[in-house]
C-alpha cells in the first residue's frame, strides 16, 4: 500500500460524493458483513463516543467514515474479508493503538519514559506505515469547516479528528495486514 497522491485522493473522494443514496447502503452493508468488529467499531463506538460531546459531530463523523471506507476501495480495490483476517486482529489494533493514543493526552497519568516510548512508536509507525496523512488532513478540514459553523459543536473536534484519524489507521493497517498476507 502507498501514500495515496492528491490526484489520488482527489479521485477517491469524487467516488465516494458520487455515491447515490442506494449504492451507499449496499456499501455499508456490505462492509457490514465483509468486516462485522471493524464496522461495528466505527459506526457504532466511535460515534457514541462523540455524541457524548456533541450529536451533529457525531453524525459528520459517520459521513467521513463511509467516504474514508470508498476512498480506501477506490484506491486500493476490495476491502478483505474479516474471514481472512487473524480472529483477534481488530482486538490487537485497538489495544495497541489505545495505548499510543493515550501517551498523547497529557492529562492522563502515565510514566515519563513509557509516555516517551509510546509517543515515539506512534510516530514512527505513523510515518513507517504509511497513514494516509493527506486523507487525515482532508477530513480534520471537514471538521473544522463543519464545527466551525456552530460553536456548540467546537469541543468534540479534537475527539472528532482522534478518532477520524484512527479510522483511517485502521483501514491502513487493515490493507497492509492482506497484502503482507498474500505476499507470504
Known amino acids: 500500500m502507498h501514500e495515496l497522491t492528491d490526484r489520488e485522493l482527489y479521485q477517491a473522494l469524487e467516488y465516494a ?60 480495490g476490495p476491502l478483505p474479508s474479516q474471514n481472512d483476517m487473524d480472529i483477534d486482529w481488530i482486538e490487537k489494533q485497538a489495544v495497541l493503538l489505545d495505548a499510543e493514543l493515550l501517551s498523547l493526552i497529557k ?8 509516555r516517551s516510548k ?29 464545527a466551525s459553523e456552530n460553536p456548540i459543536r467546537v469541543p468534540a473536534i479534537k475527539t472528532t479528528q482522534t478518532m477520524i484519524f484512527i479510522v483511517i489507521r485502521l ?3 487493515l490493507y497492509s495486514h492482506v497484502n503482507k498476507s498474500n505476499m507470504t
Do not use: H, W
Not at 22 to 38: M, P, S
Not at 51 to 74: I, P, R, T, W
Not at 107 to 114: E, H, R, S
Open 17 to 76: 460524493k458520487s455515491i447515490d443514496e442506494d449504492d451507499g447502503r449496499k456499501i455499508i452493508e456490505q462492509f457490514q458483513l465483509e468486516q462485522t468488529a471493524l464496522a461495528q467499531t466505527i459506526f457504532d463506538i466511535f460515534p457514541t463516543v462523540i455524541a457524548e460531546e456533541n450529536q451533529e459531530m457525531s453524525y459528520l463523523f459517520m459521513d467521513l467514515c463511509f467516504d474514508v471506507l470508498c476512498v480506501f476501495q477506490k484506491a486500493f
Open 107 to 114: 492529562d492522563k497519568y502515565m510514566d515519563d519514559k513509557i
Open 118 to 146: 509510546l509517543q515515539d512508536r506512534f510516530l514512527n509507525r505513523v510515518i513507517k506505515d504509511n497513514s494516509q496523512m493527506r486523507l487525515v488532513n482532508f477530513m480534520n478540514a471537514a471538521i473544522d469547516d463543519f
Open 171 to 173: 483501514f491502513s493497517n
